[in-house]
């Protein structure tokens, strides 16, 4: 079985500020890697993804990670972020299935970008 | 807009009620997969279809069923609700004709049941 940890459960910033959203799993094989993030009242949105090559992802909104097979993480950043990114994140993972393959999620970062 | 559809957005009951949820996925896409969402249990998954069979299962109670039609739009059935089942409900669905997509997971704007 496949486990997220998100390191931080709420990460207050300042905006123009970098941030960095911690994610550890853990996995007995190897697992495909997302961010999604979930604005107020809506669903989930992918971010960015890592399937294999290189390791360092870039997604949408300025946002990228990075994945560190040694550390089992698979980190988010951005260099600089905006009032409007102020949301909830979650990283979540799954395996290699024909069909696709449920996700299993981390607890979630609530990011609050402060003016 | 990810192109997932779901219905009703919210769903006041009483408990022991039975409720039915609705998914409509991306046109195409044969995964269809459902989540639960609570302050206490956080994201969990709780169900897989994959054009209209059951492929993979979660924590889903027994008191919760499902299934995918031919139109692959697909039902999320809650029954003998209680408090506890209060909680928002995702739909989401994934494209299975290419690797680079088969993972990525398309989520609905999720329906919120309170019970109570």
């Known amino acids: 079985a496949q486990s997220v940890t998100q390191l931080d459960s709420q990460v207050p910033v300042f905006e123009e500020a970098p941030v960095e959203l911690r994610c550890n799993y853990s996995?007995?094989?190897?697992?495909?890697l997302f961010w999604y993030v979930q604005y107020p009242n809506q669903g989930l949105q992918l971010l960015l993804k890592y399937l294999s090559g290189s390791t360092l992802v870039k997604g949408i909104n300025g946002f990228e990670a990075e994945f560190n097979k040694s550390q089992t993480s698979f980190h988010l950043r951005k260099p600089s972020v905006h009032i409007s990114d102020t949301a909830e994140y979650f990283c979540a993972v799954s395996v290699e299935e024909t069909s696709g393959s449920r996700l299993t999620f981390g607890e979630g970062t609530q990011l609050t970008v402060n003016p | 807009d990810s192109g997932v559809t779901q219905t009703p957005k919210h769903l006041i009951t009483a408990t022991g009620q039975r409720v039915t949820l609705r998914c409509s996925p991306r046109s195409g896409d044969l995964s269809v997969y459902w989540y639960q969402q609570s302050l206490d249990q956080g994201l969990q998954f709780l169900i897989q279809y994959y054009n209209g069979e059951e492929r993979a299962k979660g924590n889903i109670l027994e008191r919760f069923s499902a299934q995918q039609f031919p139109d692959l739009h697909s039902e999320l059935n809650l029954s003998s609700l209680e408090l506890g089942d209060s909680a928002l409900y995702f739909c989401a669905s994934s494209a299975t004709w290419d690797r680079d997509y088969l993972y990525e997971q398309y989520f609905g704007p999720g329906t919120r049941l309170t019970v109570t």
């Open positions: 996995s007995s094989v190897s697992v495909y």
